[in-house]
């Protein structure tokens, strides 16, 4: 165990810190995030942006994780990829090779899939939701979902989140501060409703 | 903010290590008392501009707790597991700055009651546990809880099973969410009897603080209003303003210096460059946690210490209780819009007492909340049935992300001996400190007693009317926000580190105050009881100061 650990190490491992009712019953499946991230880190992933090919790929999967439409905002509406871009120079860094072996895995299964296909980007819809299910309970399908969800839902001074849409997709006000009442059972009791 | 400053080769009348729940206290009122205090506090002096809506920095990435790299800590279930970095969420987890975790606390306040002190006497011992009575009764602290409702600031309302008080609470509850209406409603419906929680917020101004803004970023965020009554918003001014009480924040305890005697001298230190200072000081009070306490006590050896400072008992680290917790969610037809406001405003203590009928020892409290912002509502708290991405997700995430809240259980710890605070021995944090390696398992009964909680949140939920309901199942512990048990208090040194006025058996002038001071751990909310007893402390610390008890 490296006694004096980078920092970049430990933040890419600082994937999953969650409520503490949630952490508290879910420890196990972050442990196995830390050590795949802590494994990522120490393969001496090399620092930098996204590349394009990459960001192809990563932004794809981005938007079958939250795809557009509904009238609703997704991942390309957010920008997410953005996020993510910056995640893994910056807090997440540890992951970057991991989210890079991910996406060349993603990208050699679309060109089985589809020999034409010099990216996964490049398949249909149908084809990336299949190869997506396969990879289900991959560390990269784990901490790439996460990323994707993060890019549409994260502050926006991370890089995502743009204009907020995030925060409108969740139905979130999103102000500063709040006045009761605060939802429809406070406001129906505060009128004498059901209480 | 401007203060009195001390020199480090005179010896102040305290130091004290750790300006959180109970150092923020002890330090004002040992100040207000007249001694001449320094406070050393690891983590930065932040200030209520400092506080930001970052989920992601909040929850994922340290912003309060800190940098996982700098500060790494292991884990294992048992002795004979090595133990592994748990990076993020760590097993122990607390904030570092001014104000330590109650900052960042939910800030739940409930008392402890008379069967918390006793409850050794009242159901006789259990088998592989060191539970046992507190060596203070509830009605000694009293007064003390009371103090802590008026000077620290709490809101709330008389309950049908609270123990008694001396005086109402200063400010009224908080407005009730939906969260609160629907808990109420499902409890009633069980012949249950919900209450107002209280919490450490103001629902009104109170002491020249602004009452609650709702933003609804409590827990593990800072308050930027000074609404919740964080020692930084409460306690750390007006000991600054004594002119007595010097805070040195970015200040990070190395151990305690002890003389031939065996009295304590000082605190060594280093500052924010990594420069090593000795402060003296005629008494030393540790307040840093009950993780942080136990590692300087552990980092404080001599060869008159062998086994750490305060340690003739071998008990410093052990007994580590961190309470169980569990979640069920509801899921409603109309949007509740949990993000708004304080977490918690209705709790029930029907199942407070430890019942033999149940065939386990255990009690607790439940409340309704949502623990889950944005994030990780999305990334973890979804029913396990949902699709976890894709367009149904989306769909889903925007219906239901408004209109769900939790019934969170908070439930007793047994204290077992072989659940610990102890020195990793390899991993060492930024400045060279062997990091905190913590070894848990939670007793038998304690899981029986998750399972009893998410079982009656289960039933809350159905008699509310949801629509769907779902929950985490319950399992082992592998992290605490409650540190507490590592410097039990006892009569007898063969069985305890401190006495009843938390001095160190062992050590004359030396005090250890905080969670580690508790002997059980209550029914899950030990913030307002660790704070009852750095105000009874700092009283009889004077006492036996002006006794010339203390020495030079």
Known sequence: ?195 | MRQRTFPTDQPVDFIIVGTGAAGGVLAKELASKGFDVVALEQGPWRTRDDFTHDELGYWFLGTLTGDPAEYPQTFRRRAQDEAQVQAFPPPLLYARGVGGSSVHFTANFWRFRPIDFNERSMLGSIAGTGFADWPITYEELEPYYTKVDWEIGVSGAPGPFDPPRSRPYPVPPLPVKSSGVLFERGAKALGWHPQPAPMAILSQPHDGRLACQHCGYCMMYGCEFDAKSSTLATMIPRAVATGRCEIRAESTALRVETDASGRATGVVYLDASGTEHRQLARTVILAANGAETARLLFLSESSRFPNGLANSSGLVGKYLMFNGQTAAFGRYAEPLNEYKSVQVTRIIHDFYDSDPRRGFYGGGGMDGRMSQGALLFSLFGMPPDAPTWGAEYKRNLAEWYVRTFEVAGHTTSLPVESNNVTLDPEVKDKWGRPALRCTYRDHPDDLKTMQFFHDRSIELLEATGAEQIWSFPVQETALGAHLLGTARMGDDPASSVVNRDHRAHDVPNLFLCDGSSFVTSGRGQPTMTIQALAFRAADRIESLAKAGELGS
Do not use: K
């Open chain 1, 1 to 195: 165990m490296d006694p004096a650990p980078s920092r970049r190490q430990f933040l890419t491992e600082s994937a999953s810190l969650a409520g503490v009712s949630w952490i508290a019953l879910n420890a196990g499946a972050l442990a196995s995030l830390a050590a795949c991230a802590r494994e990522a880190a120490e393969q001496n992933a090399p620092l930098g942006a996204l590349s394009e090919p990459e960001s192809r790929t990563l932004a794809a999967f981005a938007r079958q994780i939250l795809p557009s439409g509904d009238g609703l905002p997704g991942a390309d509406e957010a920008g997410a990829i953005h996020f993510i871009d910056q995640a893994v120079q910056g807090p997440f860094a540890g992951m970057r090779q991991l989210i890079a072996d991910g996406v060349r895995d993603l990208d050699e299964r679309a060109a089985r899939a589809n020999p034409p296909a010099p990216s996964f980007a490049d398949l249909t819809s149908d084809q990336q939701v299949e190869i997506m299910r396969d990879i289900e309970q991959d560390p990269f399908f784990f901490n790439a979902r996460m990323l994707s969800i993060m890019g549409v839902l994260a502050d926006p001074s991370y890089g995502g989140n743009r204009d907020g849409v995030g925060f409108a997709l969740l139905g979130v006000q999103h102000v500063s501060a709040y006045q009761p009442p605060f939802g429809h059972y406070d406001a129906e009791a505060a009128n004498g409703g059901a209480a």
